[in-house]
Each structure stands twice: as C-alpha cells, then as structure tokens.
C-alpha cells in the first residue's frame, strides 16, 4: 500500500462542474504539496499546505492534519483544467526533505 | 527567467549503454532533485543535491546511477550500464528555501522520457 493515495484514479466532467480529488496518507508529514502535470508537459506545483486550506482563483486546497486527509477543489471547472493533479508530501522525518508522491488523479473536462 | 530545463527530452538507448541526463536548476537555487516514474507507478525520490553535496540519496536504486553537481551548479544523472527496468520518465527539480520542500514550492523540469532497448 501506498503512503500517498489519491482517490478518483480517474475523473471526467462537464464545463462548469464542481471537482474534488481526494488525498490520504499514512506518514506523519511537514507539508503536503498539490502538483499538476498538463499531458506531454512538465510538473507544476499549484499549492504547498502545511494547515488550513489555501486558495488561488478557481482552486482551493484543503487540509486536516488530524485526519491525514486534504482535499483538492475546483470551482467552475473547464475544459482547460484537465490535467494529472498529484498529491505529495514531506515526510516528518528529520534530515528528509523529498516529496512523497501519490499515484495521481486524471482528470478530463468535456465542453 | 528561465524555469528547470533538462536535457534530452527523450533518449532511446540499448541495453548496456550508458546515459547521461542533464538538470539545469533555476540559478540561485541551492537544493536540486531528482525523481523517476517508471510506468504505470507512482513518482519516487532518487537523490537530493544542496548545492553540490549529496544531501540525501536513500532512493539511487543501485550503484549503476551516477549523480554529479560539480559547482553546485547544474547536475547530470548517469546510468551504466542501462537495463530495461530504468526505462521512465526521469524528473528534476529545484528549490530555493533552505529549509527545503517543508517551506517552498519545488520547481520541476519536463522530464527526460528514457527507454532503454
């Protein structure tokens, strides 16, 4: 089992339909990372949490810290947004500074 | 300015040869990684650089990878000899924090897609 699991493995939807991926882990962590990967493309990071929930225009990332759980969301969703959103975090452990990644979540916006 | 860039994109090897990949960091950042994902599987943590000591290299699958940042500048990843199981997607990343990924965002490349033969 995975340290990182996301949840859908796939997700397809409409314009304009709410989106939320899911992350859990199992290891105490530092920070959890939100990462977007555009087909044939490069990796982009999109938020870096540690508590709380943070919020860049039409994205909103969530975390529990007690739970081990943190929620991606994306309000409004278009077609630009499809993409691999992955989920990674910084393990607590001391002298470790490496992201610990989940398997991803594909997602496909439909006009 | 410019981003990660690494070089090649893509490389297609036969088994027994050897690779050279290359990871230009975004200038001024001390901490540089690297990370595969090999089909069908999660990304994993290979190495990490702060500036050209080996911080951490807990996930060098085996002594046939080679990582180098001499200068604490760019780095290269080599592997020798190439076996099928190697064949990913090979990324590298940087940071500016000193006090790494707990506090900034890392910076990724677009990956060098290798496939050995």
């Known amino acids: 089992k995975n340290e990182v699991e996301q949840s859908p493995q796939n997700l397809t939807a409409q314009e304009g339909e709410f989106i939320t991926i899911n992350c859990s882990y199992s290891?105490?962590?530092?920070?959890l990372h939100w990462l977007q990967q555009h087909p044939g493309g490069g990796i982009v990071s999109l938020f870096m949490?540690?508590?709380g929930k943070k919020k860049h225009g039409r994205l909103i990332a969530t975390i529990n810290i007690q739970e081990k759980h943190s929620s991606l969301h994306i309000t409004a969703s278009h077609p630009r947004d499809s993409a691999v959103y992955i989920c990674?975090?910084?393990?607590?452990?001391?002298?470790?500074?490496?992201?610990?990644f989940g398997t991803g979540t594909r997602l496909q916006v439909f006009p | 300015e410019a981003g990660v860039t690494q070089f090649p994109s893509h490389s297609v090897i036969e088994k027994g040869q050897t690779v050279t990949l290359r990871c230009d960091p975004i200038?001024?950042?001390?901490?540089l990684y690297w990370y595969r994902r090999v089909m069908g599987k999660e990304i994993k943590f290979l190495l990490h650089?702060?500036?050209?000591?080996?911080?951490?290299e807990s996930g060098m699958p085996n002594n046939r990878f080679l990582a180098e940042r001499t200068g604490g500048t760019y780095s290269t990843l080599k592997v020798q000899p190439a076996e099928l199981e190697d064949s990913g997607v090979y990324f590298c990343?940087?940071?500016?924090?000193?006090?790494?990924?707990?506090?900034?965002?890392?910076?990724f490349g677009q990956g060098t897609r290798l496939t050995v033969v």
């Open positions: 990343a940087s940071s500016q924090d000193r006090r790494g990924l707990v506090n900034t965002e890392a910076f």
């Open positions: 290891v105490g962590i530092s920070a």
């Open positions: 949490l540690s508590s």
């Open positions: 990674a975090v910084v393990s607590f452990l001391v002298n470790t500074d490496k992201l610990i």
């Open positions: 200038s001024g950042h001390d901490n």
């Open positions: 650089f702060v500036k050209e000591s080996k911080q951490d």
